[in-house]
């Protein structure tokens, strides 16, 4: 079913060790149905006498362009897909524990639709191709999803026709003035010829060395619950974008001093510490 919830509140914070967290807050009144003495609704949640809540889904889409440490006017970006993958038995992984990070590079638009996998603890790297840190990795940032689910329908569902952008929790595209609504410019109504996601991505444009633009499709499942009535207390989902190799260091040591770090002299003269060693070295 589509969103039933009245209000939903979102925001971003850009923390001092560089990540940036993206948080939705979903609360409101829940839609309801009327129930006869004694029935009992498959699809939904009887949360009070004669009321029911149907089983319901939200989503939001994330688009975000990207220009990972561009200069203006930069567009040497790619994407690589990261999946952890367990090691085969063998002279490898003896105690059968060994795993590694396997990266994988998303070369077009029809290789970049993908989905959230948490048994990989899988992940997207956006990388600048012409910016080095100094082990020469290239810099970037990460997508790392948080909370999230399928869109719970089966392919013919004729919302889809308006939504198709739900069949994937990851689209990736080469930057587009026109492209900004994933759902074609009126979301209501099917798409008109040409737009939305979905479209977009038949063109199956080239992803590397360009400016790149993720839409990140995120949402959850309700299960209406008797403490969802009367009004629904918030409940959080949303992703986070992470630096990979953007910094040569923690940035969240190297911070502001604080007044009591000073060394106040008996003359009244007032002498700051040193910076910390170990960032002054870094």
């Not at 998303?106 to 080095?132: F, G, Q």
Request: glycine share 8%; aromatic share 8%; with cysteine.
């Amino acid at each position: 079913m589509l969103p039933l919830l009245l209000k939903n509140l979102s925001y971003h914070l850009l923390l001092q060790d560089g990540k940036i967290e993206a948080e939705v807050k979903l609360t409101g009144i829940l839609s309801l149905g009327a129930l006869q003495p004694g029935e009992v609704r498959k699809y939904g949640t009887t949360i009070a006498p004669g009321l029911y809540a149907p089983v319901h889904q939200h989503f939001f889409v994330a688009r975000m362009d990207m220009a990972v440490d561009c200069k203006p006017g930069g567009t040497h970006n790619q994407v690589v897909e990261v999946n952890v993958i367990v090691e085969e038995p063998g002279d490898d992984n003896v105690h059968s524990n060994a795993f590694y990070a396997e990266e994988k590079l998303l070369k077009t638009e029809l290789e970049a639709m993908c989905d959230c996998n948490p048994s990989t603890a899988r992940h997207w790297i956006v990388r600048n191709t012409r910016a080095v840190n100094r082990t020469g990795q290239l810099t970037g940032y990460k997508l790392v999803p948080g909370s999230n689910c399928q869109r719970l329908a089966r392919p013919e569902a004729k919302f889809l026709r308006r939504a198709a952008f739900l069949k994937h929790n990851l689209w990736v595209t080469p930057y587009s003035h026109d492209e900004k609504f994933p759902g074609g410019e009126f979301p209501n109504q099917n798409p008109r010829v040409g737009e939305g996601l979905a479209t977009w991505v038949r063109e199956n444009r080239p992803l590397e060395e360009t400016d790149i633009v993720l839409w990140y499709v995120f949402g959850v499942t309700h299960v209406p619950r008797l403490e969802d009535w009367p009004v629904m207390p918030v409940e959080h989902i949303g992703f986070t974008l992470m630096p990979h190799g953007f910094f040569n260091c923690s940035p969240a040591i190297d911070v502001p001093l604080s007044s009591c770090d000073s060394d106040v002299k008996e003359n009244g003269m007032i002498t700051k510490p040193c910076h910390n060693g170990l960032v002054a070295k870094l």
